[in-house]
Every structure is written in structure tokens, then in C-alpha cells.
């Protein structure tokens, strides 16, 4: 169930952004009176799920069958279908081709413009109705668990994160993380005092190479339910119970008991629970992935959370700057993905579907399908053929140089960039399929 649930929103996120995005493009086509033959939402290789071609028009809406994206197929333009029979005929005046560069270039750029306003959009949306809710790091008194590589920078479980450098750090997140990471040094209060830790030029390399991230809240391990026919069930885990004791340990928080047991895959395990005040001693055998089956108590459950409310006049500027730290931030951390242990991290369609949360929630729904927008608009802006960012490019180009690229340079530059597009699309996805056997 988790599962179908988890897919069922990255299809229906998906959904919402090809169509957003391909829609700027036929809009602005459909403005300056360019031919669009197609609007597809996934690919269409072979056979179509769905097609429809209204009376009087000259598009045909359709639905493929491989969900990896969508398409517009616009008159007289070199794109993804690879239709070249188009351009050996004289150009017509609905053509792309026909039109001039600065009519193009909006029309290749409308795409990753509609996905950043949709994404400014739903943060404005999600500000008003929800507002910003956290939960503040000093008010978790037990502090953080750290992963190994953040404990090698100097970090040690139990610490209260206070400031990296002269940035005070409020709440838990990726801007917290990135000040952290671009920090000389962070300030922590350790058993009542304030402590210095300097910081390696290379955290996040050792972050990424430790595939254990940086660090969670210390938060116990709870039991919220037990998934039916799960190892917690055949153990006798209910809901409600409170972890104890895991194995030889006493320490009993959250990411030290997931560790535990993903360190013994098939193994029997002996844990002590606190049930309804009585401690209660089982055995339980993790399965292959490390899991028992449950799903615990969330942190919102423990700890207070603080929530800043915005008029619907204030959430549009906020809306707007959170778009723009996102843009920025995911920018900044584009310089990781050329190092050996960017790459290896990596994630395809598996590692998007897993941020996805299990049960529903509308609030975490929408802001994932924010950032994915963010992220979308941000890579088709690459200069690489068979992306916007390769067409704005030749345009570019075009209006600089006043020199039109040849077409056979588009078609080749457009099979060179689809060639290296589809071998990326196949190693992201082999590196999720790899995580799911390690």
C-alpha cells in the first residue's frame, strides 16, 4: 500500500509539472502562430494510452505509456521526435523555423518559466494556508544524532546546533544544512556549554561518500502502527510501544535503532519495548532492506511545532523568495555533482518517489512538487541539445553572431544530446536500483 500510495503522487506530481511546462511552450507557440502538432503528457514510442484531436485543430493531445516526461511537437523546429522528413520541405510562414530569434527564444524558454511560476505559486499557497511550521532546534533538548562523517568533522550526538559562523540557525533544514557546509566554523552547545567545531573544507564530500546524510533529531522510537504481516507483527510489536533497548544497546533513539537494524538483515535481534508502562522483552529478525515494518511516531508528536502565519499579501513575496532560495541553493549544490562521490549519489526515478510521504500529506505533496518544478526548470536550462537550455543556446547564438546554425549542425547537436540524456536517464536509475541491493 505504501507503495501504490508513494507512486500514485509521483505520477500525479509529474503530471502537474510535463503539463505546466509544456504547456508555456504551446502558448507562446500558439501566440506567435506556430504550428503545434502535438502535446504529450509521457512519451509515446509505438502506441499511445490516449490521443484526441479536437474538430478545426491542429494538435493532437495525447497520453504515452512511459512516464519519464512529456513533449509539445512544434511545426518546423528539430526536437526530441527526431522528424526531419519536415525539413526537407519549403519552410512555411507557421512554422517555427519561419519565425524570428526572439520569438523562438521565448517559446524555449516559456517551459522553465511556467515551472518556476507554478513553483512560486504553490510556495505563496502553501505560506497562506499553512504558514511556515518548524520545529526549532533548541527546543529539542536532546540535541541531534549525527551520521559517522559528521562525527569525524567533530560533531557528537546530543549537540544543540546554535550558529555556523555568524549565522544563527533556527530551524532544520536545507539552508541550515548549506551554512553548515559553507561554514569555517559551528558553534554547538554541548551538556550546557557552547562549543567551537572547526569545519573541513570537504564535509560534504565525506557526507556524500558516507551515504548517511549529516544528522536527524534524537527523537525515541516509537511505534505508531505496525504494517499487517510485517516482521514487527510476527515479533508482537503494537502500536504504542517505546524502544528500549536494540540488540547490546541502551541507546534507543530513532536513527541508532534504524542503524541497528539495518545492520542485521535476516538476523534475529533481541529489543526490550516500554509497553503501557511495563518493559516487554521480544525478538525480532529485520528483513532484506533492514526493515521491520512499522511506522513510527512522527517528530511533531514530541516536539512543539512553531508556525509563522502570513496574510495572503504576505505569502506572495514570500512565496517569491522561497522560490528564489530554492533556484539558488540547487544551483550552488550543482558544483557537487562533478565530484566522484556527487555522481555516485545520484538518484533517478526512485529516489524522487521516496520523497513522496507515506501516509498522504497535502502540505509535504506540494512543496515536493515545488521543488521538483524548481529543480525541472533549472535543468532544462542546461545548454545541452535535446534539453530547452540546448535550443536557447543555437538561438542565442543566432542573435549574437546573426549567423543561423546550419541544420544539419541542429540534428546532429540534437541526436549527440539525446545520446547523452539517455545514457544519464540510465545511470541515475541504475544507481537507485544498485541502493536498493546495498
Not at 249 to 273: E, G, P
Not at 280 to 294: A, E, F, N, R
Not at 343 to 354: D, E, K, P, T, V
Amino acid at each position: 500500500m505504501a507503495f501504490i500510495v508513494t507512486l500514485l503522487q509521483f505520477l500525479l506530481s509529474l503530471t502537474i509539472l510535463v503539463v505546466i511546462h509544456e504547456f508555456g511552450h504551446f502558448l507562446l507557440a500558439r501566440l506567435f502562430k506556430i504550428r503545434v502538432e502535438k502535446f504529450y503528457v509521457f512519451f509515446n514510442p509505438w502506441f499511445s494510452l490516449f490521443k484526441y484531436k479536437p474538430k478545426n485543430c491542429d494538435t493532437t493531445f495525447g497520453i504515452g505509456w512511459l512516464p519519464v516526461g512529456g513533449y509539445v511537437k512544434i511545426a518546423g523546429m528539430i526536437d526530441e521526435s527526431m522528424d526531419t522528413e519536415q525539413m526537407k520541405h519549403p519552410v512555411q510562414d507557421w512554422e517555427f523555423r519561419s519565425k524570428p530569434a526572439w520569438q523562438r527564444f521565448l517559446v524555449m524558454i516559456a517551459g522553465v518559466t511556467f515551472n518556476f511560476i507554478l513553483a512560486i505559486i504553490i510556495y505563496s499557497a502553501i505560506s497562506f494556508h499553512y504558514g511556515d511550521q518548524y520545529i526549532a532546534m533548541q527546543d529539542v533538548k536532546t540535541g541531534m544524532e549525527f551520521s559517522p562523517a559528521a562525527k569525524k568533522a567533530g560533531f557528537r550526538d546530543g549537540d544543540i546546533l546554535l550558529r555556523a559562523d555568524d549565522t544563527h540557525l533556527e530551524a532544520f533544514n536545507e539552508e541550515t544544512f548549506r551554512a553548515i557546509i559553507n561554514a569555517e566554523q559551528v558553534t554547538v552547545l554541548r551538556d550546557g556549554k557552547e562549543v567551537s567545531l572547526n569545519m573541513p573544507d570537504d564535509l560534504m564530500q565525506q557526507i556524500m561518500q558516507g551515504n548517511k546524510g549529516f544528522a536527524n533529531f534524537r527523537v525515541p522510537f516509537v511505534v505508531d502502527s505496525v504494517i499487517a504481516g510485517s516482521r514487527a507483527e510476527m515479533a508482537g510489536l503494537k502500536a504504542k510501544d517505546s524502544i528500549i533497548s536494540v540488540g547490546d544497546s541502551t541507546s534507543a533513539y530513532m536513527a541508532h535503532c534504524i542503524d541497528v537494524f539495518s545492520q542485521h538483515k535476516n538476523l534475529n535481534l533481541n529489543i526490550t519495548v516500554m509497553r503501557a508502562g511495563v518493559p516487554v522483552h521480544l525478538q525480532i529478525t529485520p528483513d532484506h532492506d533492514g526493515k521491520i515494518g512499522v511506522y513510527m511516531k512522527r517528530i511533531n508528536k514530541f516536539y512543539p511545532v512553531r508556525t509563522k502565519k502570513y496574510t495572503f499579501w504576505e505569502s506572495i513575496p514570500h512565496g517569491i523568495q522561497r522560490g528564489v532560495k530554492k533556484l539558488t541553493g540547487y544551483a550552488s549544490d550543482m558544483k557537487y555533482v562533478f565530484t566522484q562521490e556527487g555522481a555516485q549519489n545520484l538518484g533517478g526515478f526512485i529516489s524522487i518517489g521516496r520523497l513522496f510521504p507515506y501516509p498522504f500529506d497535502a502540505e509535504i505533496f506540494w512543496e515536493m512538487t515545488a521543488y521538483i518544478s524548481i529543480i525541472l526548470a533549472f535543468i532544462n536550462l542546461l545548454p545541452i541539445p535535446g534539453l530547452d537550455g540546448g535550443h536557447i543556446m543555437f538561438v542565442l547564438y543566432e542573435m549574437i553572431t546573426r549567423k543561423k546554425p546550419s541544420q544539419k549542425a541542429l540534428i546532429r547537436a540534437q541526436m549527440i544530446g539525446m545520446f547523452l540524456l539517455f545514457m544519464l536517464l540510465i545511470y541515475v536509475n541504475m544507481n537507485d536500483v544498485f541502493r536498493l541491493f546495498n
